[in-house]
Structures are given as C-alpha cells and as structure tokens.
C-alpha cells in the first residue's frame, strides 16, 4: 500500500502528516525542526512512502536537503498554485499538512523548481548584491531630494557615486545641519558601493556564465553580473514551456483582469521571481541610457503613455528576447525584438 506525506514547515517546528492510498490519516505529529528526528518518523514508512511534499516557504532548503539526503522522493509544492480546499470552516497546521499529501495522493499537486543546492550560495550571494544595490539606490534618491530641495539643482547619479572625490560636501556646507545630513548619506552610499565592488569581484573570479547563457551578454543592458544572475535565478531555460511562462516567471507582464474595457481586479503580482523582475528593470534602464535602438523604442513608447509604463514595456521585451537568446542559442537581434 503506497504512503503519502505532507509537511508544513515554520520556522521552529513542522507538522508531519501522512495518508494511505485512500486517503486515509495514519500518522501525526508536530516535530522540531530537526532533521534527524523528521527522517526517524519517515523512516519508520519509508518502505511504502511514495512522496513527501514540503512547501515552499521561506526556509525550505535545509529540509528538502536533508530528506532528499536521506533517499525520500520529495515534491517541493508552489504556494502560489495551491488552491485551498473549500467548505472548510477551519483550518490550521494539521489541515495543511494532509492537504500536502492529500494532492500528492489525487496527483494534481502544482510543484516548483528544487534548485540544485550547489548554486543556491552563489546565487545568494548574488540577490544579497541586488539588495545592496536597492538600498544603494533608495540613499541615492533620497540625497538628490535634498540636493534639489535646498539648492535648486540635481546631482547626477554617477557624482554622488564617485569615491575619490565628494561632490556633496560643497553643496551643503553652507549648513551644518544639511551638511550632517549630506555627509551621512555619501558615507553610506560610499560603503554600499565598495561592498557591491567586493561581490562583483569574488562573483566573477569564480563563477563564469556557461556556454547556453553567454549570449546574454548581447542583449543592451546585460553585462557579466547581470547575465550571472539572470542565468542563476532562471535554471535551465527549458523547465518554461512558453517564452510567455517566462515573461510572468519575471514578473514583468502585467497582473490586471479587464472585462469589455472595465478593470476587474488584480492577479498575484507577487508570484514569479522577485530577482528576475529587478535585473530586466536594471537592464532596461542601463539599455535605455545606451542603446540607441533601445532609447528610440523607449521614447515610442514614451510619447503615448507614462515613463513607468513604458520602461516596464522595455524591461517586458528584453525578458522575452532573453528567453529565446537561452533556448535557441542566439545573439541578441533588435529587428525582432522591437518590431
């Protein structure tokens, strides 16, 4: 008789749940979080355990390693597709864990991508860079307000960011308190930068983009750390059917439900890859400022709407240009992507 388990992890502990072929409960527990003590239970049914599922939170990786270690078949399950069972009147812990199984046993669990555990710490290592550089990017702009405010005048990106020499100071001198304000805010963008200097440095004596994915790089906007994490973040281009699974894995089309021209409500914005999403929105405004083919799409696009709505265009048109530059092993061709 074939065995199914869900698990549904917290950050302390998990609820173990398992069913036999009909359905039926034999077995419940609320564990610690101890990779030992979950494979004990598990291993008491290994013989006839067909899956474990675990879902996929923000901590899964320690458990999905260890049981996968341990020769369990898991099934990593998308929190994003599951649909909650109805009638209920209540739910908790114990509920979700037999649901796990419960899909697994009916075969119509949605899964997602168990990325192998060996590119997982650089590609951390790579989402800790896009976080620097967000918050690089909020000090930034917070500094040109107050620049602009108090001076009448906007300092350029790339002169707040130089480390040999402060730019800031003279504007704000005149001011203790601005000046304060303004020395703060350079000191902590000066850190920012020299730590994103230091990843991209260890980044790329160490990791190099495989052959499938080094025609990333002739695509306007993408360079080297780009195109690393790009190539990290989306795993074998082949697990996306369609290059539209693709574009909404990114997170780059749009989430609106309309009906006869009337607005309908708002899909899951947030399903999909929050990193993919930020490198084709960087490559989108490196490409605009650069490219020329790029800018003259981009100010097309301007000129019949807003300048938000047409950088998500851009950022929309080299997500699918990547995604056949991975599947079919070309070079980045303009005339097709922005016909």
């Known amino acids: 008789m074939k065995l199914y388990s869900g698990i549904d992890l917290h950050s302390t502990n998990s609820y173990l749940a398992i069913i036999d072929e009909n359905g039926k409960r034999i077995f419940k527990e609320t564990l610690p979080n101890e990779i030992a003590t979950i494979t004990e239970r598990l291993s008491l049914y290994s013989g006839t355990l ?17 049981l996968m270690a341990a020769g369990f078949a898991v099934h990593l399950a998308n929190p994003a597709a599951i649909q909650k069972y109805s009638g209920l009147k209540h739910a908790d812990d114990k509920h979700d864990a037999f649901w796990l199984a419960e899909m697994l046993r009916l075969n119509i669990l949605p899964t997602g ?11 951390d290592l ?24 108090n001076c009448g005048t906007k300092m350029k990106t790339n002169d707040i960011k130089r480390l040999r020499e402060n730019r800031v100071y003279p504007l704000l001198a005149d001011n203790e308190d601005l000046a304060l304000a303004g020395q703060v ?15 991209e440095t260890f980044i790329e004596k160490k990791v190099e983009l495989r052959d ?10 993408i360079g080297k750390v780009l195109g690393l994490t790009i190539m990290l973040e989306t795993g074998p281009v082949e697990r996306f059917e369609k290059v539209g699974n693709y574009a909404s894995y990114c997170r780059v089309v749009s989430s609106r439900w309309t009906s006869n021209g009337k607005s309908k409500g708002k899909g899951n914005k947030k399903n999909g890859n929050k990193y993919l999403s930020w490198a084709f929105s960087e490559a989108a405004e490196l490409a605009r400022r650069y490219d020329d083919k790029v800018r003259a799409y981009y ?6 709407t807003n300048f938000m709505v047409a950088h998500a265009a851009l950022a929309h048109k080299l997500a699918r240009a990547a995604y056949y530059i991975m599947k079919d092993q070309v070079v980045f061709m303009p005339e097709k992507t922005f016909t």
Do not use: C, M
Request: charged share 30%; proline share 4%.
């Open 50 to 66: 067909d899956g474990v599922v675990v879902e996929s939170t923000y901590n899964w990786y320690w458990l999905v390693d260890g």
């Open 113 to 123: 991508y168990i990325y192998p555990k060996d590119d997982r710490p650089i590609r």
């Open 126 to 149: 790579l989402r800790k860079r896009s976080h620097l550089v967000s918050l690089r990017s909020s000090l930034i702009i917070s500094l040109q307000n107050i620049i602009t405010r």
């Open 185 to 199: 805010s350079k000191d902590s963008i000066d850190f920012l930068t020299r730590q994103i200097r230091a990843i």
């Open 212 to 221: 499938t994915y080094k025609n990333l790089e002739t695509v306007p906007g």
């Open 299 to 304: 100010n097309r696009k301007l000129r019949k």
